[in-house]
């Protein structure tokens, strides 16, 4: 009788330890998880606070009932569809919460309102809800506009200055006035890019001075690409002008991307031809790239140079981004004060193409 009493006891004891063993765990498990609970806001903070996404959100944080999580499923709400906003604070939340958040399960839902302009995080434990991180954006997204082909004049300058804000201008290379006009657009607050010749596919077609063929050598394209930065010395990105042929070849677009990442240039793919390789091989220099959405005055008429700018509306709010692209030409600029009046009533920041490179590279 005795053996099997002692054993007894001795069962009872370790299921006591045991148990007070699981309790510890979980006890530590819970204060675990209200830290990093803590320290995922703290981090969601510190990922928005760069850049121009600064000061352009706040955060919300909401507690319903008591006790720590250590179960985290994150519902992500869309409030209106998928805008810029939304895709960098999913995408960076996204990453932060998986840092610091115990078993994360990601949920989309359905957008709600086309007016609210707010990304809701909630966080559960089973079925229950304990609490809610909410992100409530002022911009539903961002527009950059680059102007191309500037370098033949100053005719059109004084409509340039009646637009406050932040185009960008791309300067030809090896013009008359090149390097001026890339001077007096810097003095003017404006981001002055080189606007780079390439090859077409109609040979009936001159790009104009320092043009870059697929016929060239690798050291000749370098040459070529460092020449048209010289005339334009300010410059702080490329896109190219052209280049139907040249930026479907993999070995210039390659040489082209990597001279002007070393260089600390961002690049903007005008996409001039559907089958641009520039994408491509920046991924494989794992760097990335800025493409264009619109191009806005294919036809030089200011009614269709209008619908244009609507269309880079319609993608900015859609896709939270948009990229147009048109030319230092009369009636685009004259066009351009009302555009932007209308960009900025649909609640889109106008953007620089340097800081559109950091929202894109978030992305």
């Known amino acids: 009788m005795t053996k099997p009493l002692i054993a007894i006891l001795c069962l009872c004891v370790v299921v006591l330890f045991t148990s007070e063993a699981v ?19 703290e981090a969601c903070k510190r990922y928005f606070d ?69 990304r809701s995080f909630e966080i559960f434990s089973g079925r229950k809800k304990h609490g809610e991180v909410k992100l409530i954006f002022k911009y539903r997204g961002y527009v950059t506009i680059i102007l191309d082909d500037f370098g033949h004049n100053f005719k059109y300058f004084n409509l340039l200055e009646k637009v406050k804000e932040p185009v960008n ?15 007096r657009l810097e003095k003017m607050g404006v981001e002055v890019m080189l606007h780079c010749p390439m090859e077409p596919l109609s040979k009936s077609v001159n790009p104009g001075p320092g043009a870059i063929l697929s016929s060239m050598g690798d050291d000749e394209i370098r040459d070529v ?14 896109n190219n002008h052209m280049g139907s042929k040249a930026c479907i070849d993999n070995r210039v677009m390659a040489i082209i991307i990597k001279e002007s990442k070393d260089r600390g240039l961002f690049f903007v793919d005008s996409l001039t031809n559907a089958k641009s390789q520039a994408s491509k091989e920046a991924k494989k220099l794992k760097c990335t790239i800025i493409k264009r959405d619109v191009f806005l005055d294919n036809v030089r008429a200011e009614e269709q140079i209008k619908k244009s700018f609507d269309e880079l509306i319609r993608i900015g709010r859609r896709y939270g981004s948009s990229v147009g692209i048109g030319h230092y030409c009369e009636e685009t600029l004259m066009a351009l004060p009302e555009c932007v009046k209308k960009i900025k009533n649909n609640d889109l920041k106008i953007i620089p193409a340097s800081e559109m490179f950091v929202i894109r590279e978030k992305m």
């Open 23 to 41: 309790s510890a765990e979980k006890r530590r498990t819970r204060a675990r998880s209200k830290v990093n609970f803590r320290k995922a806001v």
């Open 50 to 118: 760069t850049g121009c996404l600064k000061n352009s959100y706040k955060i919300e944080i909401n507690k319903t009932g008591s006790g720590a999580v250590s179960d985290f499923s994150v519902g992500l709400y869309f409030y209106p569809s998928q805008v810029e906003s939304s895709v960098v604070a999913c995408g960076g939340l996204k990453r932060v919460l998986k840092k610091h958040c115990l078993n994360l399960r990601l949920v989309h839902h359905k957008k709600k309102s086309e007016s609210d302009c707010f």
């Open 169 to 183: 201008c791309a300067v030809l290379p090896g013009l008359a006035y090149s390097e001026e006009s890339a001077i």
């Open 225 to 238: 690409f460092l020449k048209n930065l010289q005339t334009v010395p300010n410059a702080v990105g490329v």
